[in-house]
């Protein structure tokens, strides 16, 4: 069983920024792509940014493109997500995953297996 770790969440205000992290359980960390999505409040889940197993592709939302980077350390087996300029719209508990399968595009959520409990970010006007 694979678990995975979220932390770094908080409530920061606009223009601020935060660093999450995601820690998973396990090993083999290094040969999967991982993701990180997000909820807001009465939305549905929705993908955020994800990178490959080597770190060497990334692959963003459109709405944090420019904003948010995501990044992989593998000896620590580790997926972070630094967040600048947060906006009160990036409200949402965000969550990690593990991707398994490429059936769809990025943002598939059926591909992904595993998830974190969810971290939770707050971003005040």
């Known amino acids: 069983q694979v678990q995975l770790v979220e932390s770094g969440g908080g409530l920061v205000q606009a223009g601020d920024s935060l660093r999450l992290s995601c820690a998973p359980s396990?090993?083999?960390?290094?040969?999967?792509?991982m993701g990180w999505f997000r909820q807001a409040p009465g939305k549905e889940r929705e993908f955020v940014a994800g990178?490959?197993?080597?770190?060497?592709?990334?692959f963003y939302a459109g709405s944090v493109k420019g904003r948010f980077t995501i990044s992989r350390d593998n000896a620590k087996n580790t997926a972070y997500l630094q967040m600048d300029s947060l906006e009160p719209e990036d409200t949402a508990v965000y969550y990690c995953?593990?991707?398994?399968?490429?059936?769809?595009?990025?943002?598939?959520?059926?591909?992904?297996?595993?998830w974190g409990q969810g971290t939770q970010v707050t971003v005040s006007s």
């Open positions: 995953a593990r991707r398994v399968g490429f059936r769809g595009g990025d943002s598939f959520q059926p591909d992904y297996d595993y």
């Open positions: 990178i490959s197993a080597t770190g060497s592709n990334t």
């Open positions: 396990g090993r083999a960390f290094s040969v999967y792509f």
